[in-house]
């Protein structure tokens, strides 16, 4: 079994900054391609990044590309998602996910993790 625990998010001003991490434990965390989503109230879950568990592949939502960075740190078994520029509907629960993978995959859908944190809360003011 893998448990992820989200932490960083917060209430933040428009235009400024937060740092999330998630730390995975139960498995190797090298083996899982790992994703950020995000939920606002009264819409579906989309989305924000991925990582491939080796070879640095990524994928960004449009709404977020250059601003947002996810990157992985396998020996501390822990996902970042690092948010600049921060807008008000960036608000939402952040969730990171974790999909078994083979090497440079990275994956897109909610279907394809396998394995969720409980969620972060970020709320940007205007």
């Known amino acids: 079994q893998v448990q992820l625990v989200e932490s960083g998010g917060g209430l933040v001003q428009a235009g400024g900054s937060l740092r999330l991490s998630c730390a995975v434990s139960g498995r190797t965390f090298s083996n899982y391609a790992m994703g950020w989503f995000r939920q606002a109230p009264g819409k579906e879950r989309e989305i924000v990044a991925a990582?491939?568990?080796?070879?640095?592949?990524?994928y960004y939502t449009d709404t977020v590309k250059g601003r947002f960075t996810i990157s992985r740190d396998n020996a501390k078994n822990t996902v970042y998602l690092q948010m600049n520029s921060l807008k008000p509907e960036d608000s939402a629960i952040y969730y990171c996910?974790?999909?078994?993978?083979?090497?440079?995959?990275?994956?897109?859908?909610?279907?394809?993790?396998?394995?969720w944190g409980q969620g972060t809360q970020v709320t940007v003011s205007s």
């Open positions: 996910a974790a999909a078994f993978a083979r090497l440079r995959e990275i994956y897109y859908a909610p279907n394809d993790y396998a394995y």
């Open positions: 990582i491939s568990w080796i070879g640095g592949n990524t």
